[in-house]
């Protein structure tokens, strides 16, 4: 989305620039265990610009068509692929991850969206391992689908860290050239992810909307992915930042639903996520272009003002 912004000079803001307004995507995963029709359903009606779709054993994410034909259903723009990474995926387009890696980028060149999401390596996944970011690299330059490696977390095992991932559960140890930052990994790992976020830099190209509320040393077993503010972690800060810097990435929530009983319950979380995400990234533009814009057209200052405060009327 673009908006008209004033560009200041000597105090007479005459110029307008335009502000790319950062997409924000809702992942297929907040639907679980629904369908993925659902999941699509569910974005919608809670108000995101489109989706991230986790491909799981469900048929569907895995299909392009079936995809497409969901995205123009109900409006939803496929921004994301999220490339089948847990252990209920296992089998899903076979058992080699490498393979799975580049059928998840082609499928997001197949349904137009710009990333896929990976996790890093396993350590008992040799081979694989040994060579990821080459096949990172690789992969994304024959496909021309950036691939964003996300920070994970340590395992604990009868009170002693296990290093699970190889080379690292830290991307920005790692020679990749995109990074996905999740709130909620973050904070199990004891990171503030504030500091994450400019240790990735220009790096970091997609963000998990969630929160935590402590990490592995703290006592905290699960990866809690709850609704952003929430938790523990500096989320707002790091989406001012963002907004601050005219990041182009797509912020993409990754939130738990499931313990919600109706669609009413579930919503609630989404919304609430979205307007969270709104509140952080959107800066209030009214004052500044009703009052110095003199030459842009009324009703492209109302368009602006609509974008970034749908519910205020424009008078």
Known sequence: MLIATPASSGGHARRVRL?????????????????????????????????????????????????LALSEKYGMPIFAIHAPVLLLTTFVWGREPGIKLRRSAELAAAVGASSVVVHPPFRFQSGYAEGFT?????????????????????????????????????????????????????????????????????KLRHIHLCD??????????????????????????????????????????????????????RLAVLEETVAFARKHLAPDHDETLLGRLGHVSRKAVEAVRAATHPDKPTD
């Not at 809702?26 to 108000?47: E, I, N, Q, V």
Request: aromatic share 6%; proline share 4%; charged share 25%.
């Open 19 to 67: 502000r790319v307004m950062i997409n924000i995507g809702m992942s297929t995963s907040c639907a679980y265990p629904l369908s993925t029709d659902d999941a699509f359903r569910l974005a919608k009606t809670a108000g995101f610009d489109g989706v991230e779709v986790m491909v799981t054993n469900d048929k569907v994410t895995q299909d392009p068509a079936a995809l």
């Open 134 to 202: 080459d096949l990172v690299r690789t992969i994304s330059q024959d496909t021309g689908i950036e691939i964003a490696v996300e920070n994970m977390f340590p395992w604990k095992i009868a009170g002693r860290n296990l290093k699970a991932y190889l080379p690292s559960s830290d991307p920005t140890t790692m020679d990749v050239d995109a990074m996905t930052l999740d709130f909620s990994h973050a904070s199990l790992a004891g990171r503030n992810s504030l500091q994450l976020a400019k240790d990735m830099g220009d």
């Open 212 to 265: 935590g509320s402590g990490s592995i040393d703290d006592g905290k077993i699960f990866d809690e992915h709850l609704i952003p503010g929430r938790g523990n972690e500096p989320v707002a800060e790091v989406l001012q930042m963002l907004a601050r810097n005219h990041w182009s990435g797509h912020v993409v929530a990754e939130v738990i639903t499931r313990k919600a009983k109706t669609d009413a319950q």
